[in-house]
C-alpha cells in the first residue's frame, strides 16, 4: 500500500471549515483514498472515498489533486462533535486489501 | 441497521492470565477483521475472515493468540497467556462484499494486563 503523510495535529475554530490534508505521492492508479474518523473511545468510522474525482457526502467534501498525490478533507462548518483522530488511508478497492492506518491528524475544534 | 457489538468493553486481568473478547458483526457483512490499538496509534491488523475462512493472519501472534469465526458470524479473539505488552484496545470490524468495502467498526474492548 501506499504511504500517507499527515500533519499530527491542526485546530480549527468552531463554525469555520477544517481541512485536513493528506500527500500521498506513491498512490497507484487502482488505489483509493478514503478517510475515516475516532472520536476519543470509539471504534474508527469510515467518512468518505474518492479515486480521481472530488466527492462529497453528508459528511464532508474529498478534494483530490489532478496528479493524485494529495488530497484534502474538508468539515464544512466543524462542531466541537468533529474533534477526533483523522485516518488518510490509500487502498486499492477490494476486500482482500490491507487497511493500513498511520497516527492521523488529530483536529481539535475550538470553541 | 444494529452496528458491530464487541463485549466485553473493559477488562483488566493479571499477566499470565487467559482472556478472549467476543464481536458480532453487522448482519450480512462477510468479512470480519480484528484490530489492536495501542495508546496514540492507528489501529494494526491482526487478522481478517472471509466467511468462516482466516485470509490474512500473518500479523496475528500465533504462539499467544488465536482466533475463530464459527459459522461465518461471531467471533472471538483469545489471549493466552497475556503478557503486559497485550494492553490496548482490541477492535472488531466488518465489511460487506458489496458496496465500496468501507470497515464498520465497533466500540472496541479495553483490555490492562497487570
Known amino acids: 500500500d501506499a504511504k500517507t503523510t499527515q500533519p499530527p495535529s491542526m485546530d480549527c475554530a468552531e463554525g469555520r471549515a477544517a481541512n485536513l490534508p493528506c500527500n500521498h505521492s506513491t498512490i497507484s492508479g487502482n488505489e483509493y483514498v478514503y478517510w475515516y474518523r475516532q472520536i476519543h473511545s470509539q471504534g474508527p468510522q469510515y467518512i468518505i472515498h474518492g479515486l480521481k474525482n472530488n466527492e462529497t457526502n453528508e459528511m464532508a467534501s474529498l478534494i483530490i489533486t489532478e496528479d493524485r498525490k494529495s488530497s484534502t478533507l474538508i468539515l464544512p462548518h466543524a462542531t466541537l462533535r468533529d474533534t477526533a483522530v483523522y485516518y488518510c488511508i490509500v487502498r486499492v478497492q477490494a476486500s482482500y486489501d490491507k487497511v493500513i492506518f498511520g497516527p492521523g491528524t488529530s483536529l481539535s475544534v475550538i470553541p | 441497521e444494529a452496528g458491530v457489538v464487541q463485549s466485553p468493553r473493559y477488562k483488566i486481568i493479571e499477566k499470565k492470565q487467559p482472556v478472549a473478547f467476543w464481536c458480532n458483526p453487522i448482519?450480512?457483512?462477510?468479512?470480519l477483521y480484528w484490530y489492536r490499538q495501542n495508546l496514540g496509534q492507528g489501529p494494526e491488523l491482526l487478522i481478517r475472515?472471509?466467511?468462516?475462512?482466516?485470509?490474512?493472519d500473518s500479523q496475528l501472534p500465533k504462539d499467544r493468540f488465536s482466533a475463530e469465526r464459527l459459522k461465518g458470524v461471531d467471533s472471538t479473539l483469545k489471549i493466552q497467556p497475556a503478557e503486559l505488552g497485550d494492553s490496548a484496545v482490541y477492535l472488531c470490524a466488518s465489511s460487506s462484499l458489496q458496496g465500496y468495502y468501507e470497515q464498520y467498526f465497533g466500540p472496541g474492548t479495553r483490555l490492562t494486563v497487570t
Open positions: 448482519s450480512g457483512h462477510n468479512t
Open positions: 475472515y472471509e466467511n468462516e475462512e482466516a485470509v490474512d
